[in-house]
């Protein structure tokens, strides 16, 4: 792995951190950026409680199969 002058001076580059002041975002912007991030980590935590319901579903179903 290579190091560029510019990364090691710029940690947010070197850490592939995006922040919403580099970008000179408003206010508004910002916001928004917040409640997408919040809006994919409820995503995500919806998916996960699927999943698990479906594996306990799968595993009664083969329980009652078997018997």
């Known amino acids: ?3 560029t002058n510019d990364s090691i001076s710029n ?6 951190l995006i922040y919403p002041s580099d970008f000179n975002t408003s ?4 916001r928004h950026i ?3 991030i919040a809006q994919d ?3 995500n935590r919806l998916c ?3 999943y698990s319901n479906m594996q306990r579903r799968a595993y009664y179903e083969s329980m009652r199969t078997e018997n």
């Open 48 to 50: 996960a409680q699927n």
């Open 1 to 3: 792995m290579y190091f």
């Open 34 to 36: 917040a409640e997408r």
């Open 41 to 43: 980590e409820s995503f």
């Open 27 to 30: 206010c508004n912007e910002s």
């Open 11 to 16: 940690p947010r580059i070197y850490h592939g």
